[in-house]
């Protein structure tokens, strides 16, 4: 695999990329993490600002953000196809995402035990979890 230079990131627009977006998602969070199809196409997707990253030119990772009724910027559904971790995909993905959030908006999102090293190198801090998931809740520490 080539370096970092030739990752790209970028907000999706099209309908062409929504495709990736769902092929990824259903890559990671369906048949690698189990989720159900329902769970990941959780009826959101209309409201969120999705977002995907090319490796040389290839679409290999994607996630979203959303305003949640309390008024929070919840990041959401960030997954990298598993040949494309550690290069660097991710933490592009988060850095554009973290970007385009509003300033001021407190930053939440959920993450499985396994991603939580990953969000904590982009500055999330865990949080308790008051309701009873398998989700760890983490804010992101500006």
């Not at 959920?110 to 308790?128: C, D, H, L, N, Y």
Request: a negative charge; aromatic letters at 10%; hydrophobic letters at 40%.
């Amino acid at each position: 695999m080539n370096s970092v230079a030739d990752i790209k990131a970028g907000y999706v627009d099209e309908d062409s990329e929504f495709e990736h977006v769902y092929n990824i998602r259903c890559a990671v969070f369906q048949r690698e993490l189990g989720m159900s199809e329902d769970s990941d196409m959780d009826g959101h997707e209309h409201i969120s600002h999705h977002y995907l990253a090319w490796y040389d030119g290839i679409p290999v990772g994607a996630g979203r953000w959303r305003l949640t009724m309390a008024g929070k910027a919840k990041i959401e559904r960030v997954a990298v196809l598993p040949e494309f971790r550690r290069l660097g995909v991710g933490s592009k993905l988060m850095e554009l995402i973290l970007n385009h959030v509003p300033e001021g908006r407190e930053v939440v999102l959920e993450s499985p035990p396994v991603a939580v090293p990953f969000f904590s190198k982009q500055g999330f801090v865990e949080r308790p979890n008051e309701m009873p998931s398998n989700q760890v809740i983490m804010i992101w520490n500006a």
